[in-house]
């Protein structure tokens, strides 16, 4: 009983983590830096902040992220074993893809951001955001890309059509 509550609370979390995380990068590629390459701001202070946000929101969600998602796989995958194999499943490997592509978010936001508060240290506004809006982008891409990967687990998609 306990051991359920635990693990249907990690999966609320990761669900909400997963949204705030996916949802913070999206808005800032397709919202904030579109602004800022178009001459809405006239200070680099607020998105010097904004980034600072981002990228705290972006490094607590990724460990949030990792420790609920390995709960999750441990208690629902096996390695070797009977059950569902993490390598050799459908929803196995989708979970596998998930992990590459929560590597692939991380990194892309950290390097987004580094080059981004590079250029606003320059004293520049719209360079660092036009030259970083590509990265943010594919950011984006990539958090939708984990909505879909979950949605294929959980609706049994993959399973019915894979
Ligand atoms: C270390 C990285 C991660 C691991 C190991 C991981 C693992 C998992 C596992 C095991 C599940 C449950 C699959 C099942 O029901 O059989 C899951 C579900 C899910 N994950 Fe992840 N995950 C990771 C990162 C992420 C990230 C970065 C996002 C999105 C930003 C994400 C979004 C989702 C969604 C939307 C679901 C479906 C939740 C539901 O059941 O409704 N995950 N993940």
Redesign the pocket.
Known sequence: MVVTVVSDVF?LV??V???V??GSVFYVAFVLLPLARDGAFTSTKPLEVASGKLKTISRV??LV??A???H??G???TVGGGG?DLFAST?GR??LV??V???A?AGLIEVGAKRFEAGLSGKKLREPARETLPLFRAAAVV?VA??V???L??TGTAVRYL
Do not use: D, E, K, P
Request: hydrophobic share 60%.
């Open positions: 999966h990761h669900l983590f997963a949204a995380w996916a969600s990724s992220l990792l609920t998602g390995g999750l796989a208690n629902r995958y569902q929803n989708l979970v998930m992990l592509l929560w590597l978010l958090g984990l909505f990967v979950g949605g687990i959980t």
